[in-house]
């Protein structure tokens, strides 16, 4: 229930943001400059933010809209899952020895006493081995292996939504770009001649989108390739510590 708050959280901030953006946005395209008959005035440069918001505004609220919300969802599930990730990253070495130092001033119950007092899959799992040595190796053993992919489900959890929207922005962006096409090729039949002024319009409008749809692709991919990156060296870790685990226990039996 925490982690579904954070989400929205999250969500609700970039909402919020962006709708101020987007507001800030339209306020500047309306403001109209007044030139002098004499003198023209000199063309303003925009910064990259300002053509940003104005290439999006040229694109449309329709797929413009949804690409955005593609984006917001995407980064607010990476940045939790990234939150989550960090957390769960445990010093394995130190960990490790602390549970061999417990086990032999203390016993079984020192030992998970640690792990009860250490954050992280791997210390779930040492506590989940340990709890089941009375029953001999081979329970704790399934005991770890069991567990294992229960916090290696936890890691991976809603991680399939980014590649969702990574798939999914690109895919609304050319969408929008063969709309545009066709209603630019609506308006060469309905005016029965090739004029460049009739088209144009409408084919920026429908490039913009699939260049917007992209650039979320892009984004959301690097977020995508970090966590996995990240939950790959979690379970290394989790099946080097299980290893080791077992190694311990077997140590103590004899």
Known sequence: MKRLFSILAITGMMVFGTA?????????????????????APAESLGFHQELKKRFIE???EFMGIVLLCL???L???IERIIFLNLSTTNTKKLTQEVEDALSSGGVEAAKEVCRNTKGPIA??????LDRTDEGL???????????????GQLEKNVSWISLFIALAPMLGFMGTVIGMIQA???IEAAGDMQPSLVAGGIKVALLT????????????????????KIDSIVNDMEDASITLMDLLIRNKK
Request: glycine share 10%.
């Open 124 to 129: 779930s799992i040492f506590y989940q081995g």
């Open 59 to 61: 694109g449309g609220p």
């Open 185 to 187: 090729f609506d308006k």
């Open 210 to 229: 699939t260049v917007f749809g992209l650039v979320v692709a892009i984004i959301l991919q690097i977020f995508y390739n970090y966590i996995i990156a």
């Open 76 to 78: 607010a599930i990476a």
């Open 138 to 152: 081979d329970a704790a053993e399934k005991a770890v292996v069991a567990y294992g992919g229960v916090q290696m």
């Open 72 to 74: 917001i969802l995407g």
């Open 20 to 40: 101020n953006a987007t507001t800030i946005a339209t306020t500047t395209t309306t403001v109209t400059i007044q030139e002098d008959t004499d003198a023209a």
